[in-house]
């Protein structure tokens, strides 16, 4: 069935490559985005072209490529299952990680898709902002940090709720937790602000003894 060995070998390595460097962890974004931002590689150019994205897609062709002349038999079979295993085996692979072998801040899964910030105002001068935002630690040990908040281009006012940051949170070892998050934000002096509104996909960071994650 193997007719190259070589190019199943480059094959099989170019396709780990893309699943650890589409790994999503430490942070949200992938491993290769945290990599690049701490080498000061730009991951975007400025009209919002993706490279790391882009690069990684020719990185995925080039793996299938080599699969394919690799085989002698089977060849769209095994492109097919390359091709759909490499959208979730990232993912599980991160759950894995937190599950059986992260510790620390590392260990605490957060649930990003059922994060949730309402914002209000409560008189004139004062924005309510309240958040809920659910963990889970994966460790055994009780595990403790603190949360700051991050805007986005959808959300651009999340960041007011950082006027008491950091907030601190408290995980037991296996402990599934809905935090709940309320700020009063004096808005009196701001030229422009909202009067309600709504995020979902609460992004933040987590930190503890000098480490941090960006969820």
């Keep these: 069935m193997i007719k190259d060995k070589k190019s199943l070998s480059i094959s099989i390595i170019l396709y780990l490559a893309v699943i650890i460097l589409n790994l999503p962890f430490p942070n949200a974004s992938p491993l290769g985005e945290t990599l690049a931002a701490k080498l000061n590689i730009p991951v975007r150019s400025a009209n919002g072209l993706h490279y790391f994205g882009i690069s990684l897609f020719v990185l995925f062709i080039l793996s299938l490529y080599f699969l394919s002349k690799s085989l002698e038999r089977f060849k769209t079979r095994f492109i097919v299952i390359a091709f759909l295993a490499v959208s979730f085996i990232p993912t599980y692979l991160a759950s894995s990680i937190q599950k059986y072998f992260a510790t620390g801040i590392y260990a605490i899964s957060y649930n990003h898709n059922e994060a949730r910030c309402h914002f209000e105002m409560a008189d004139e001068k004062t924005l309510h902002g309240e958040c809920v935002l659910p963990f889970e630690n994966y460790s055994s040990k009780p595990v403790g940090f603190t949360i700051e908040f991050y805007d986005t281009y959808e959300d651009e006012f999340l960041t007011l709720m950082n006027v008491?940051?950091?907030?601190?949170?408290?995980?037991?070892?296996?402990?599934?937790?809905?935090?709940?998050?309320?700020a009063d934000i004096d808005v009196s002096k701001m030229k422009s602000h909202i009067d309600s509104g709504d995020a979902n996909g609460v992004n933040i960071v987590i930190k503890s003894g000098g480490k941090s994650r960006k969820l």
């Excluded at 940051?165 to 709940?180: D, F, I, N, Q």
């Design 164 to 182: 008491n940051a950091p907030y601190t949170v408290r995980l037991g070892g296996k402990e599934s937790k809905r935090v709940k998050i309320e």
